[in-house]
């Protein structure tokens, strides 16, 4: 993730430092202190993502029967719609069990017990739902991608082959990781736009569809993800399932963030501190909660310090405790957070 500031930055990072000295109790001289101002902003986040395309929906054809194909409806190109009839197996056996069944339950229906009926009906729905695995249908609106049987083929019930395939292209789909870090600034409907190869400096507008509420635990990198579901409402013309994209997600963020540079922040025992001057000139240990961004700045989450205050700016031999020197900081990890690549002006 990159934390665009803009100029505020340019503010943030020129430090004053016309005479102002700190007390040293430990030596006679006063030394110089840096002193700069808690700035507070707005930002926008980039997220890069890549991924593939899929189609709206496949369907690979099956039988749920058993026997030689007899009827094959469809042709490569073909358009169909859902619960069109696509093929057929020999259904002689199941026709005649199904007749045999319709006829024992007239017969018996006069003579036979409540519990007797009962079992007949259940077995004359289940000649029916034989005949029914004798058809294969369209599950969905589509268009015919793949034939691969003729009439006399014989087919086994639940083949792992790939028989017939039905696929929607109404739109095109996409699956993208993020992680929890970014996932916050996206929502369901925000506009985005990715970049192909096979449409060079022709970026195609797509929309994130779906955020799920359960994430999913990275062990390895210590960070949670979300499967996050991009759509193109309307594919255009030379990009297809299979294709490879990227793309760059900007959101700007509606929340004011307080920012200092992660120089002012000391660490001592598991907690973080800033020195902050009060108005009467005087100096103080502020305890605060910071989460380092990137590129020398972090954002306070928490403590006595507000937009416009004063703080000290430590040395690099002062601060060798510090963020900057590798210890984590209260509030967040010492370090750019998951995803991130440093700050962009």
């Not at 899929?54 to 099956?62: I, L, R, Y």
């Not at 197996?89 to 018996?108: F, M, P, V």
């Amino acid at each position: 993730m990159f934390i665009a500031i803009g100029a505020v930055l340019i503010v943030l990072l020129a430090v004053a430092v016309a005479g102002t000295r700190k007390k040293n109790k430990n030596k006679s001289s006063d030394d110089i202190v840096r002193i700069a101002k808690a700035m507070e902003t707005e930002w926008t986040s980039s997220i890069d993502v890549s991924g593939y395309l899929e189609a709206a929906d496949v369907q690979k054809v099956q039988f749920r029967g058993t026997g030689a194909i007899t009827g094959v409806f469809v042709q490569v190109g073909d358009k169909v719609e859902k619960g069109q009839l696509l093929a057929t197996i020999d259904n002689t056996s199941q026709r005649r069990n199904l007749l045999k069944a319709r006829q024992e339950l007239e017969r018996q229906k006069t003579i036979a017990s409540e519990k007797e009926l009962e079992l007949l009906e259940l077995e004359l729905q289940i000649a029916e739902n034989n005949m029914e695995y004798t058809k294969a249908v369209a599950n969905f609106d589509g268009e015919v991608t793949e034939v691969n049987i003729h009439v006399g083929d014989y087919s086994e019930a639940a083949t792992t082959l790939n028989l017939m395939q039905i696929v929607d292209k109404s739109y095109l789909k996409a699956y993208v990781e993020v992680d929890e870090m970014d996932v916050r600034n996206l929502h369901e409907g925000m506009e985005i736009l990715l970049n192909f190869d096979s449409l060079p400096n022709q970026p195609v507008k797509a929309v994130i569809h779906y955020i799920p509420f359960l994430g999913t635990y990275n062990s390895s990198s210590g960070i949670g993800t979300k499967k996050v579901e991009i759509r193109i409402p309307e594919p255009p013309e030379g990009i297809y399932p299979g294709y490879s994209f990227s793309s760059t997600i900007e959101s700007k963020s509606n929340i004011k963030y307080l920012l200092v540079q992660s120089s002012a922040v000391r660490s001592q025992r598991g907690k973080s501190y800033i020195t902050k001057k009060n108005a009467d000139g005087s100096f103080s240990k502020t305890e605060v909660a910071v989460r380092y961004l990137g590129e020398g700045l972090s954002q306070v989450l928490s403590g006595d310090i507000s937009a416009g205050d004063e703080y000290v700016l430590n040395s690099s031999s002062q601060n060798g405790s510090g963020p900057m020197g590798g210890a984590m900081m209260n509030g967040g990890a010492g370090g750019p957070p998951a995803g991130g690549g440093g700050m962009s002006r």
